[in-house]
């Protein structure tokens, strides 16, 4: 089936700095890609729609600012925690879905992210 | 948005029982998919339901779609100590691939 790779899977920083996290659609592209967070033992929280050649498309309350995303080519997906802080330490997953409409989503790994 | 509920939020049973997870969804959908997920990890998608589909097998899961009540159940049969995971539902509705989920149902299932 496909893969979706999501690297890395642990980072701990320090408060300020700024942490990116890549998702890779290993064997198909990906015009879309999608974002979420996820907080001890809820569910996810979409936070955008990572769109190939222009810019994502931020759920409400998301700040566009502080997580940048971008979609450079049909295979990859960034998403840049910038000046982090401790609250926003998370789960951070992504998704792609190969083409049409009724076919699965494909999930990366998830990375745990620690701002210390 | 999040939107969904699933029901209940936690179950726990015995080896080799049935559990069934239910999920309601409040717009109109494509598809409704189910996924599992083990502490800490990604995501595995577990099965598609199309909106025009009532019942679909894969396995020892069966899931149903009601479209007039906007709800769907999944249903683990001769559940296993492995099956322990958070188990979420999924509706994608309209042109785009947005995917919109549920709450989640801890199934604990002990040996």
């Known amino acids: 089936g496909a893969v979706v790779s999501q690297h890395p899977s642990r980072v701990i920083c320090k408060s300020g700095t700024s942490v990116k996290i890549e998702c890779r659609s290993l064997d198909f592209q990906a015009t879309t890609m999608f974002w979420y967070r996820q907080f001890p033992k809820q569910s996810l929280m979409l936070m955008a729609t990572s769109n190939e050649g222009s810019k994502a498309t931020y759920e409400q309350g998301v700040e566009k600012d502080k997580f940048l995303i971008n979609h450079a080519s049909l295979t990859l997906s960034t998403l840049t925690v910038t000046s982090a802080h401790p609250e926003d330490s998370s789960f951070y997953i992504c998704?792609?879905?190969?083409?049409?409409?009724?076919?699965?989503?494909?999930f990366g790994q998830g990375t745990r992210l620690t701002v210390v | 948005s999040q939107q969904g509920e699933e029901d209940p939020q936690a179950l726990s049973i015995q080896e080799g029982e049935n559990a069934t997870m239910n999920c309601s969804y409040k717009?109109?959908?494509?598809?409704l998919q189910w996924y599992r997920q083990n502490s800490g990890r990604g995501l595995v998608h577990l099965i598609l339901i199309r909106s025009n589909e009532r019942e679909k097998h894969s396995g020892r899961l069966r899931v149903t779609l009601d479209t007039s009540k906007k709800s769907s159940s999944l249903l683990i049969t001769a559940s296993r100590a492995a099956d322990t995971a958070s188990y979420f539902c999924a509706s994608k509705g309209g042109s785009n691939y947005k995917l919109t989920f549920g709450k989640g149902t801890l199934l604990t299932v002990n040996p």
């Open positions: 998704s792609a879905t190969p083409g049409q409409v009724n076919t699965e989503a494909f």
């Open positions: 717009t109109s959908i494509n598809n």
